[in-house]
């Protein structure tokens, strides 16, 4: 799977507002679809908005910050099909495998004991 290089990282200056923005990969090309709120970017996910998600990035345009919540996207979809009893959509099994697992592996890594 290939990844694309960008890191979140500072925002500009602008109203205090945080935007979700779920990067999803159409055609061998990246597309951007933005949304305001998060129960937004969970209905678009859930009802196959994205046809191929790759990440979600939340902006906080005011306190200049952002964050790649894709693994904590995963585990609310994950967690919501599990109380649901239905099985995760088809269309996005791999983007809530994969940061899945990511998260798994980075977590055992920072709990990992160095000896």
């Known amino acids: 799977m290939n990844e694309s290089k960008w890191i979140p990282g500072e925002v500009p200056f602008g109203a205090d507002q945080t935007i979700y923005l779920i990067i999803d990969r159409l055609a061998d090309r990246d597309i951007e679809i933005e949304r305001a709120d998060l129960e937004a970017v969970m ?3 859930m009802a196959g ?3 191929d998600p ?5 902006f906080n345009t005011l306190e200049h910050w952002s964050e790649d919540i894709s693994a904590l996207i995963a585990w609310e ?7 649901a009893g239905e099985p995760i959509p088809e269309h996005i099994s791999d983007f809530v495998a994969d940061h ?14 160095s000896y």
């Not at 899945?100 to 004991?113: T, V």
């Open 43 to 45: 209905a678009d996910l």
């Open 49 to 51: 908005l994205a046809n």
């Open 54 to 58: 790759r990440r979600v990035v939340a």
């Open 77 to 83: 979809i994950q967690s919501r099909c599990d109380i």
């Open 100 to 113: 899945i697992a990511r998260a798994a592996k980075a977590d055992h890594e920072r709990l990992a004991p």
